[in-house]
């Protein structure tokens, strides 16, 4: 079988994540999982997980995957409505820091990236419409993604 750096693990749920996952994978051919299809992924290589923001966290799906790993070096990174130079965003890095922390992984690096909120989500959202709020999700829609896969290829090379 052919051997790769590392493999790409996401969880998604409106595809911003999936998204970017898809092109890191694409881009440094890495093979790419589905959160729940983790067990397929090889177990003696770098993990790159990919989780999206929720209650200013990983993911639950992710947060658990997080919480089983043993002594892995992962690279995380996480996309989120919220700025990703917020308190907000730091807190969801610590989160993420702790639940490695858990199994003796090392966190070898990390990204965020400010992911579009679907439109269904926001229909459903209880926050109020203010103009910053409306400015930030415009801001979001706005190439974010393009601009985060183009980030997130300057940061990999170092380490892969
Ligand atoms: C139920 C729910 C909760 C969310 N909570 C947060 C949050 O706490 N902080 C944040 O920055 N974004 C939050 N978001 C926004 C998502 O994290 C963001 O849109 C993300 O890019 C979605 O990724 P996905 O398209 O891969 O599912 C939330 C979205 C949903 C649907």
């Given at each position: 079988m052919h051997s790769h750096a590392a493999a790409v693990i996401y969880s998604s749920c409106t595809g911003n994540t999936r998204y970017l996952a898809e092109n890191l994978a694409a881009r440094f051919g890495l093979p790419l999982f589905a959160v729940k299809n983790a067990?397929?992924?090889?177990?003696?290589v770098p993990l790159v997980l990919g989780a999206w923001t929720r209650q200013g966290g990983p993911d639950g799906r992710m947060a658990r995957f997080m919480s089983g790993l043993e002594g892995r070096d992962v690279f995380f990174f996480c996309t989120m409505?919220?700025?990703?130079?917020?308190p907000h965003a730091s807190r969801c890095l610590a989160k993420a820091q702790a639940l490695l922390a858990e199994g003796d992984n090392r966190l070898l690096g990390h990204f965020f990236c400010q992911g579009r909120l679907s439109p269904t989500m926001l229909a459903h959202s209880r926050h109020p419409m203010t103009p910053e709020r409306a400015e930030r999700l415009n801001e979001a829609d706005v190439d974010a993604l393009t601009e985060a896969v183009r980030k997130a290829f300057a940061v990999f090379p170092g380490w892969i």
């Amino acid at each position: 079988m052919h051997s790769h750096a590392a493999a790409v693990i996401y969880s998604s749920c409106t595809g911003n994540t999936r998204y970017l996952a898809e092109n890191l994978a694409a881009r440094f051919g890495l093979p790419l999982f589905a959160v729940k299809n983790a067990g397929d992924a090889p177990q003696d290589v770098p993990l790159v997980l990919g989780a999206w923001t929720r209650q200013g966290g990983p993911d639950g799906r992710m947060a658990r995957f997080m919480s089983g790993l043993e002594g892995r070096d992962v690279f995380f990174f996480c996309t989120m409505a919220s700025y990703t130079d917020s308190p907000h965003a730091s807190r969801c890095l610590a989160k993420a820091q702790a639940l490695l922390a858990e199994g003796d992984n090392r966190l070898l690096g990390h990204f965020f990236c400010q992911g579009r909120l679907s439109p269904t989500m926001l229909a459903h959202s209880r926050h109020p419409m203010t103009p910053e709020r409306a400015e930030r999700l415009n801001e979001a829609d706005v190439d974010a993604l393009t601009e985060a896969v183009r980030k997130a290829f300057a940061v990999f090379p170092g380490w892969i």
